[in-house]
């Protein structure tokens, strides 16, 4: 058949399916999966037929947006939330806690020495932070500023909130991404925030501004620090198949990696929104003496821990 | 014949190759600096917009979280939409899908944009990047890779639709038939070579049409391939 005959022939069924891949809603999805593989057989016929290349290209174009339609995926699967985070984020954690107890120790270790050395040498503090960062510290805690029974404004509570979400959450995903740095990446972020971490600690200790530091962090410390290292382990885990890739080719492993860390790293995304919300809406407050914000700060970390340890256990559903 | 092209196809389900053509770093840095300046537009709108809706503190919160978003989200939201891709890469007719064809989806797209910060060491000049596309053959920068995703060009859409009562001409019979399909190959790209460019390659035909000026061949070309396709 030549080729005019034929492209007069099926003329309209490709025009038909032009359109039903303009509105897919409006198509039945058996019709439309006859129609494509139509197509693809007229394609087939066209190259073996050697007709022009405008028509290959016409139906190749027809056929890609036919297979991208057909094939895809949905996208975000918003009934899926529940079961993410009950289940599948918590085992995935569990499965992966080698690299979670890994990053924990680059959070750990030098934090625990910042913490340690302001401690022993007060003036230490210097070496982490500027003299200017750490007054604007101290000003922040300072005694003056929390007196029992005054609330924050809400205003001003809504635009921490807002930098809280912009700041962790944005600290959470460099460290994911510096992970693939040769698992360097993720373990240098992870001992850079807890050396500062464990410095500042111990610096509130030593100019008595304890009584107000640790209950404003405890709250919301549970969730974002868990979620830090977190996101740490996501980042050691995606960068491993660059030095273990196992059984695979290391793009292969690095893609299985991938996909698997993306729970991961999630997660940690979800807690430290958690944790934004109660920086912003509670700790600040100073409506409430220490021992309470102590008290609810303790049982944040015990939810926290416990959720993270027993969610998701026993039988599937 | 070896053939040096970037295209590579993929084998579907129904038997067909399907062919596409990944876009090198020069088209995506061009893409990515038109998302740049929107971006940038973006947040300058909604920091107006925002600072005279709360003319108070709370506008802070509201454009920082607006920030945030559009650092991290603005592609993602983009290439699950229909377009496959930001407004940068519409502009340079690019579209992102997995290497097998399909449409990118929520986990791929974050997976292959948080990697960006990876892939633009130094400081967004995308060294990192570049230099991960060169070593590729489908030209996947470290968020690629990850991701299993590839940048290609989009389909060109348009094409000359058949009509009824074209001039034809029959072929002299001394072309020989493997030629044919070469003459409607011409004839279909013949307006975006220059004139005297067509008249050089209807040069090789001019042994078939003894005597007759390269312009005049030139002429023939159309009805010549009008009636190979089968117009009658």
Known sequence: MKQQSFEQKYQTNWKEFESAIKDVRSVNSFQFAEQYRAVCQHLAICRRRNYSSSLIDYLQTLAQDGHALLYRKKSINWMALPYFLMIQFPRKLRELQFWLWISTACAMVPALYGFISVLLFPDSIYYFMSPADVSNMESMYALENHIIGEAREAETNLQMFGFYIFNNVGIDFRAYAAGLFFMVGAAFFMALNGLILGAVSAHMINVDLSVTFFPFVIAHGSFELIAMVIAGAAGLYLGKPLFAPGPYTRLYALQLHAKESLSLIYGAAIMTFIAAFIEAFWSAHDLFEWPLKIGVGAVMWVIVIGYLTFSGRGKRQ | ?232
Request: hydrophobic residues 45%; charged residues 15%; neutral net charge.
């Open chain 2, 1 to 232: 014949m070896q053939v040096v092209d970037t295209r590579y196809a993929v084998e579907t389900p129904e038997g067909i190759d399907l062919e596409y053509i990944p876009a090198n770093f020069i088209p995506r840095g061009f893409a990515f600096l038109i998302d740049l300046l929107i971006r940038i537009a973006f947040i300058i709108v909604i920091a107006i917009a925002f600072s005279i809706a709360f003319p108070s503190g709370a506008n802070q919160a509201f454009l920082l979280i607006g920030y945030f978003l559009i650092d991290w989200f603005y592609p993602i939201f983009f290439e699950i939409g229909p377009r496959q891709g930001t407004p940068g890469k519409w502009a340079m007719k690019l579209k992102v899908i997995h290497v097998d064809g399909t449409a990118v989806n929520f986990s791929s797209s974050f997976l292959r944009n948080t990697l960006r910060v990876l892939d633009g060491q130094p400081v967004l000049f995308y060294a990192v990047g570049i230099f991960t596309t060169l070593t590729n053959n489908k030209n996947q920068r470290l968020g690629d890779l990850a991701a299993n995703t590839v940048v290609v060009y989009q389909d060109p859409k348009k094409r000359k639709i058949a009509d009824n009562n074209l001039e034809t001409l029959i072929p002299p019979a001394s072309i020989p038939r493997d030629l044919l399909p070469w003459i409607v190959a011409l004839d279909e790209r013949s307006d975006q070579l220059s004139q005297s460019r067509l008249a050089e390659l209807c040069g090789l035909l001019a042994p078939h049409f003894s005597g007759q000026s390269n312009q005049f061949i030139a002429s023939q070309i159309n009805p010549m391939a009008n009636y190979i396709r089968g117009q009658r």
